[in-house]
């Protein structure tokens, strides 16, 4: 019975392992680009995220990480020079923004210049959804829960 001691003794010890090796949280989400400065002018004023801070990476990358509201994950922006042209797949990502009242915050979009790719949806769960296409065609999705 001993052996069998053994292998539980293993096996909690692996447990703990496991448990110490896992991710701690999301901080950003890294997207490439071919026009950085079109970009960060979408989402500043589409969508008013913030410039947390701008920088050059070793490899000659220029990176600009953008604040979400409410939230410590923020989005990277990469332009690499010399690298080929950044073409999205049609829905291959997208990111998802919660908003308070889809209907108000597309007609500021409206207002801004900007128009709905699709939507505005209300899906199964009563929530309200929409899209905006980012430049280089990624989607952004806006979402209006339900008030519970």
């Known amino acids: 019975m001993l052996g069998g001691h053994a292998a539980e003794l293993r ?4 447990s703990a392992t496991l448990a110490r090796m896992t991710v701690k949280k999301l901080l950003h989400t890294r997207m490439r680009v071919n026009d950085i400065e079109r970009t960060v002018r979408f989402y500043e004023q589409a969508l008013g995220l913030k410039v947390s801070r701008r920088h050059t ?3 000659g990358a220029q990176l600009v990480f953008l604040q979400t509201p409410n939230s410590d ?4 922006l990469c332009q ?3 690298s080929p042209s950044v073409q999205v797949q049609a829905d291959l990502m997208h990111l998802a923004f919660e908003v308070d009242d889809l209907a108000a915050f597309a007609a500021e979009l409206k207002r801004k210049g900007f128009a709905l790719s699709d939507g505005p949806t209300q899906t199964s769960s009563g ?3 929409a899209f905006i296409d980012a430049p280089e065609g990624y989607e952004v999705e806006l979402i209006q829960r339900t008030k519970a």
Do not use: D, K
Not at 11 to 14: D, G, I, Q, R, W
Not at 73 to 76: H, L, P, S
């Open 73 to 76: 994950e923020e989005i990277e």
């Open 11 to 14: 096996f909690l010890a692996v």
């Open 57 to 59: 990476s070793p490899r």
């Open 127 to 129: 929530s309200v959804i």
């Open 80 to 82: 690499l020079p010399g």
